[in-house]
């Protein structure tokens, strides 16, 4: 009933999404964590996609979509198998959305994204993905590759919304336990640029 509600309210209060996507991205995610990846939540995040420009969101266009692959994997089990299907596959289609508008509107922010999880369900975006990374040179799809790249954008523009994309880009590297092992085997090489990243954040 609560995604019901949340999903009524961005449609009704639509042009106020992109202008205050920070606090509505960091809303739906908790409360799409706190239900245990329920599956009223896939209505919510397609009403936000289908009004939030990627014009305007730019800098959490990674966010959201690392949010997005998050639900697909931990959407709530023990329904009927087929709903389970029909519910990852309605997120799948949404991931789907958003990397073709990213790459549409906002390609050089997609082309810094790393890699969508190796799964038959993003092979299109997976490729759209990999081809635009061709066409801007881009090498790097590590960690090391991600840390730099945000350090690189806080120089360029160190707003708020700049800092708040940084943190944002940092907690999905880590939130998953792999992804967290990954981090720290790294992070002692690369403790300087980290260092730095954390000194433009906070500046």
């Known amino acids: 009933r609560m995604f019901r509600y949340v999903a009524l309210l961005y449609d009704v209060a639509e042009k106020q999404l992109s202008p205050n996507f920070v606090k509505v991205l960091d809303f739906l995610r908790v409360l799409t964590n706190a239900s245990g990846y329920h599956p009223g939540a896939v209505d919510c995040w397609r009403v936000l996609l289908s009004h939030v420009s990627f014009l305007v969101i730019r800098g959490h266009t990674h966010a959201m979509i690392d949010d997005l692959t998050t639900l697909h994997h931990n959407l709530a089990r023990g329904g009927l198998a087929s709903e389970e299907e029909k519910n990852r ?40 993905i990999a081809k635009l990374r061709r066409e801007k040179g881009v090498e790097d799809d590590n960690l090391v590759g991600r840390v730099r790249q945000v350090v690189e954008d806080l120089k360029k523009g160190n707003s708020f919304d700049a800092r708040k994309a940084a943190v944002m880009t940092l907690r999905s590297l880590t939130e998953t336990p792999d992804k967290r092992k990954t981090f720290h085997k790294q992070i002692v090489a690369h403790e300087s640029q980290l260092q730095l990243l954390g000194e433009l954040i906070k500046s």
């Open 89 to 128: 596959g309605a997120v799948a289609r949404l991931i789907a959305f958003a990397v073709q508008e990213a790459e549409r509107l906002v390609p050089d922010v997609l082309s810094r994204m790393p890699m969508l999880p190796a799964s038959s369900a993003f092979e299109g975006p997976r490729k759209r």
